[in-house]
């Protein structure tokens, strides 16, 4: 199946330190999408991808779909603590009807 | 307001018994998914359904059965052929059209199963 690279799998950051995280794979894809999850929580959308080299933001947080399709990162500047939690990135390709989720970066910040 | 809802949020149940975890949306999202989250894990499929009445296996289906018979409801049971239940279980949703590029997929906020 089709296997996505997420890394670093952890982080520990100081607050107020940028953060960049990023998926990669071998597979072309047409949607990217980043997730936050809170512990104990769902995950909730942060930011979703639809063109190679389309760059978004939402507030610290920017992500961009990979000119080749086979990569995304997403990037956060000055963190604060409550960017605390595990990002997933997930993507598919157009007419799929699943997900492929990375295995998660969990992001800790020491105030 | 819109959204997904899972219930309970935590779930205690003896080995060997069958459960049945509730999902609901009023999102009128067309499709539906349940993943498992093990702990430091990401994400795996269990099921998933497009459309009323019909669904379709995911990666790890052994041990779960589904049903949907409204639009709004995805419940799935935890069998007693599960091997190891103990896990966090989250629901999804999503607009699913055929026409449709973007289908994001929306989350409920989980519950955890515990199998004593």
């Known amino acids: 199946g089709q296997q996505l690279n997420q890394s670093p799998q952890s982080m520990f950051i100081q607050e107020g330190e940028d953060v960049s995280m990023n998926c990669t794979s071998s597979s072309i894809f047409n949607t990217w999408l980043w997730y936050k999850q809170d512990p104990g929580e769902g995950p909730v959308l942060l930011i979703a991808l639809y063109k190679a080299g389309e760059l978004t933001s939402n507030g610290r947080l920017t992500a961009q779909f990979g000119i080749t399709r086979k990569d995304s990162f997403l990037n956060i500047s000055a963190s604060i603590p409550s960017d605390v939690g595990i990002y997933f990135c997930a993507t598919k390709t157009q007419g799929a009807q699943k997900l492929v989720f990375g295995q998660g970066t969990r992001l800790t910040i020491n105030p | 307001d819109g959204g997904i809802t899972q219930s309970p949020k935590y779930l205690f149940r003896k080995e060997g018994q069958n459960v049945t975890l509730s999902c609901e949306q009023n999102?009128?999202?067309?499709?539906m998914y349940w993943y498992r989250q093990d702990p430091g894990q990401g994400l795996r499929l269990i099921y998933y359904?497009?459309?009323?009445?019909?669904?379709q296996k995911g990666d790890i289906a052994e041990g779960y059965s589904v049903s949907r018979e409204k639009k709004e409801s995805f419940p799935l049971t935890v069998t007693s052929a599960q091997k190891n239940p103990t896990a966090f279980y989250l629901c999804a949703s999503s607009i699913d059209k055929r026409e449709f590029l973007y289908n994001e997929q929306f989350f409920g906020p989980g519950t955890r199963l515990t199998v004593l």
């Open positions: 999102l009128n999202h067309d499709a």
């Open positions: 359904s497009q459309i009323v009445n019909d669904f």
